[in-house]
């Protein structure tokens, strides 16, 4: 099971490494994480800003929006059908 870090946390590693403060090899062995997780961060913050969602949790979210926009759509259909009545 991963560890989870706080958003502040990460977003802090992100800024530091983007400003060439410190190299992610630094940034790894200062604050004891990986250096594969610091370059899966700063990759990540750069796809998107952190959120504070796991993937998972944000493909979820996605999905759900979806799906409410395609109940949005049909219900505005069934509401102009209803109106011309």
């Known amino acids: 099971?991963?560890?989870?870090?706080?958003?502040?946390?990460?977003?802090?590693?992100?800024d530091l490494y983007q400003h060439k403060v410190k190299s992610a090899a630094e940034l790894?062995?200062?604050?004891?994480?990986?250096?594969?997780?610091?370059?899966k961060w700063v990759s990540g913050s750069q796809k998107s800003p952190v959120s504070g969602l796991t993937a998972d949790e944000a493909k979820t979210q996605v999905k759900r929006i979806k799906q409410l926009e395609e109940e949005n759509l049909i219900l505005k259909k069934a509401l102009g059908l209803l109106a011309k009545d």
């Open 28 to 39: 790894a062995k200062e604050y004891g994480i990986g250096y594969s997780t610091v370059l």
């Open 1 to 14: 099971m991963s560890k989870r870090y706080p958003i502040e946390f990460k977003q802090n590693i992100i």
